[in-house]
């Protein structure tokens, strides 16, 4: 295979799509899409398959909000997939800030000049993976993998094509919590970061590793355990301290 040429300067093709959305049947157009609006489209492979499920589409779902604060209007995933598996994948992923765009006949894709054949996958014809930005109907800025063994994921990602909008946005933290069932401390500590608006992730330990993984992960024994962008922040009043640093000056 041979990497696809950019489109950059060009008009994004004008096809029509079916979807599905809520269990039932919807249309739209590239026009509808991108007329008058700025929107970031990032193409891959396949649904459910290990890149795009894994880091590909979450990443641009979590930073869809940063986008949007720059100026985009809508992120779009096209994949060459039947609707009703663009419906089910978008279903499993939670990824409400991502339109999940099913280009089922591979009319946008092949127009695009991203069509590949993946024979050899078992996958017949599908996207080349690659990102961009369109503004009223222009492709601005492609980001095209590489014609590189396997499925290279080496420019398409959202981190990419978010410092190209905007090389100063900021992101937002990566916010976990460590709790157990049950822990009125953990309850409070939730709340704590839900009033301030601050999304984070939760890791409720199991009683049969709880100890251990404490010890491991955060050198202590007790829950709650915040951890900001890969620190260790702590519990108790080191995470409410942290909390109240946040509030706008």
Not at 167 to 178: G, I, M, N, S, T
Request: proline content about 6%; aromatic content about 8%.
């Amino acid at each position: 295979m041979t990497q696809p040429a950019s489109r950059e300067g060009q008009p994004v093709p004008q096809v029509r799509f079916r979807y599905r959305a809520d269990g039932d049947w919807k249309e739209t157009s590239t026009e509808a899409l991108f007329k008058g609006r700025t929107v970031a489209v990032f193409s891959l492979p396949g649904a459910f398959t290990p890149t795009c499920s894994s880091t590909h589409l979450p990443r641009f779902n979590e930073l869809a909000p940063v986008f949007r604060e720059n100026g985009v209007d809508e992120i779009v995933c096209v994949a060459v997939n039947d609707p009703f598996v663009m419906e089910e994948w978008a279903r499993s992923q939670e990824c409400s800030n991502v339109f999940l765009l099913p280009d089922g006949n591979g009319a946008f894709t092949s127009q695009m000049g991203m069509l590949v054949d993946k024979s050899d996958l078992n996958f017949g014809q599908r996207s080349w993976r690659y990102s961009m930005l369109v503004r009223d109907g222009v492709v601005e800025k492609m980001f095209i993998e590489p014609d590189a063994p396997g499925d290279p994921f080496e420019v398409s990602d959202a981190d990419t094509l978010l410092h190209y909008v905007n090389k100063d946005a900021k992101q937002p933290d990566e916010v976990a919590l460590l709790t157990r069932e049950g822990c009125a401390f953990c309850t409070a500590a939730k709340n704590a970061l839900n009033d301030a608006g601050i999304t984070f992730a939760e890791v409720d330990l199991p009683h049969s590793i709880r100890t251990r993984a404490l010890g491991a992960i955060a050198g202590a024994r007790t829950v709650p355990q915040l951890f900001v962008n890969g620190r260790l922040i702590g519990g108790g009043e080191a995470l409410q301290d942290w909390v109240r640093r946040q509030a706008p000056a």
